[in-house]
Every structure is written in structure tokens, then in C-alpha cells.
Nanobody
Framework: VQLQASGGGLVQAGGSLRLSCVAS????????VCWFRQAPKKEREAIYC????????WYADSVGGRFTISSDNAKNTAYLQMNRLEPEDTAVYYC??????????????????WGKGTLVTVSS
């Protein structure tokens, strides 16, 4: 099971980015996928999750109305569309997967599979 996250970069406040998380070794629709982020000197936090089969989605209050999670089963890829970005969104973003997401928000240690992070920097 492998995850490959990409799509980070430098963007001005108010701008948009789309992060991608390509899965290999498993079918992404069979797993719950979450996006986490970790800002400097802060704990890693879950911000958006979609359960297996897409039956449940959850998001943190801090990103509601601005971020959206989706997946493309044909590409075995999950996405995080981030709009109206704010400097406070600056962080390393990670995608993670689990056969079953253990509660919302999930704790990082409850997710067994992780991609490498992708850095998002939002300038003011």
C-alpha cells in the first residue's frame, strides 16, 4: 500500500490549490482517506476525510466552506480542492488511508498508511 501526495506550492491569500493523493497497491474506494496537515510547531491534525465507498465525509470547522475532498476511482486518486486559502493554511499536507476510519476527527496514529507530505505556503 502506497500513497503519493502532490500539488503543494506557494500561493497568495485568496488563491486555490488542488492536492492529489495517488494510491497504489489497493483500491482507493475500499479505504477511507483523510487529509491531515501540520503547521510549524503544531500537532498534525485531520482536516478532511471521506470514508470507504464515499458514504461519509467529515471536515474540520477551519476548512469548511473552503476545502472539498473528492476521489476519482478510475485514477485511484483522492483530491483536496482548497479555495480561499489563508496564511493560516500554511502547513505540510499529508494524505492517509485506513480500511476503516476510527472516528472523526481521526487521530494520526489510527491511520496506518501515509503519503509523504506536500508543502503549502500561503502568502499574505
Amino acid at each position: 500500500v502506497q500513497l503519493q501526495a502532490s500539488g503543494g506550492g506557494l500561493v497568495q491569500a485568496g488563491g486555490s490549490l488542488r492536492l492529489s493523493c495517488v494510491a497504489s497497491g489497493f483500491t482507493i474506494d475500499d479505504y477511507g482517506v483523510c487529509w491531515f496537515r501540520q503547521a510549524p510547531k503544531k500537532e498534525r491534525e485531520a482536516i478532511y476525510c471521506i470514508s470507504n465507498r464515499g458514504t461519509v465525509t467529515w471536515y474540520a470547522d477551519s476548512v469548511g466552506g473552503r476545502f472539498t475532498i473528492s476521489s476519482d476511482n478510475a485514477k485511484n486518486t483522492a483530491y483536496l480542492q482548497m479555495n480561499r486559502l489563508e496564511p493560516e493554511d500554511t502547513a505540510v499536507y499529508y494524505c492517509a488511508a485506513a480500511e476503516e476510519i476510527q472516528g472523526y476527527p481521526p487521530l494520526p496514529e489510527s491511520m496506518p498508511y501515509w503519503g509523504k507530505g506536500t508543502l503549502v505556503t500561503v502568502s499574505s
